[in-house]
């Protein structure tokens, strides 16, 4: 059974553009959840998203948010980026609420 | 609110070491413990998941222990191995209706040949 793919895995930005990361969950995991790690604040949660529908959003701004689609696939839109947004980002998936798995994540840089 | 915390920051050890990473946590209303292993630029492989029912769970040299009353996990690795040097994250998920994990900052480890 395939992983948790996230595209792309590196993307270069410039403050003020936009970005959305991809993730496609585990076959048969409908819950898809999105984390933030930075070197200082380790990993942080952004949203997670079951059914379409968004269940939690952690503690980030307005321009952080998410979709997820019918066919469980996620999408995080980032708008107006800032240079504190230069993270990894990792998408997980899990079937109900056992073990979460992780993708390999996305390196966003924004200079 | 959930934190959790993992001391040390750093292990350096030997190869062939037994040695004990520990993850502590303030609420013990957690449905389960997972512990994870991120290799540098990489992303999170999982090892061990405790359910709040469990007591312990092992897979080969691992082995993860859950004490909810003291709020502790520890993960014990067995005779360690060079390729065993990643950083090791513990991460709570919390009962009351959110499905978040969180994590603690992680312990750095090395394992010396």
């Known amino acids: 059974k395939a992983g948790v793919t996230q595209t792309p895995r590196y993307l270069i930005k410039t403050r003020g553009q936009q970005v959305t990361l991809s993730c496609s969950p585990i076959?048969?995991?409908?819950?898809v959840s999105w984390y933030q790690q930075t070197p200082g604040q380790g990993l942080q949660f952004l949203f997670e998203?079951?059914?379409?529908?968004?269940?939690n959003k952690g503690n980030f701004p307005g321009r952080f948010s998410g979709r997820q689609f019918s066919n469980s696939r996620s999408e995080m839109n980032v708008s107006t980026l800032e240079l504190g947004d230069s993270a990894l980002y990792l998408c997980?998936?899990?079937?109900?609420?056992?073990?979460?798995?992780f993708g390999p994540g996305t390196r966003l840089t924004v200079t | 609110k959930q934190e959790v915390t993992q001391i040390p920051a750093a292990l350096s050890v030997p190869e062939g070491e037994n040695l004990v990473l520990n993850c502590s946590f303030t609420?013990?209303?957690?449905?389960?413990l997972q512990w994870f292993r991120q290799d540098p630029g990489k992303g999170l492989t999982s090892l061990l998941l405790?359910?709040?029912?469990?007591r312990e769970q092992t897979s080969g040299r691992l082995n993860a222990s859950l004490d909810k009353s003291s709020g502790r996990s520890t993960l014990y690795i067995a005779a360690s191995q060079p390729g065993d040097s990643a950083t090791y994250l513990c991460?709570?998920?919390?009962?009351?209706?959110?499905?978040?994990?969180?994590f603690g900052k992680g312990t750095k480890l090395t394992v010396n040949p």
């Open positions: 997980a998936s899990r079937l109900t609420r056992n073990e979460q798995y």
């Open positions: 076959s048969g995991h409908r819950s």
């Open positions: 998203y079951f059914s379409e529908t968004q269940r």
């Open positions: 609420d013990s209303a957690i449905y389960n």
């Open positions: 405790i359910q709040s029912s469990q």
């Open positions: 991460a709570a998920q919390t009962q009351g209706g959110s499905e978040k994990l969180v």
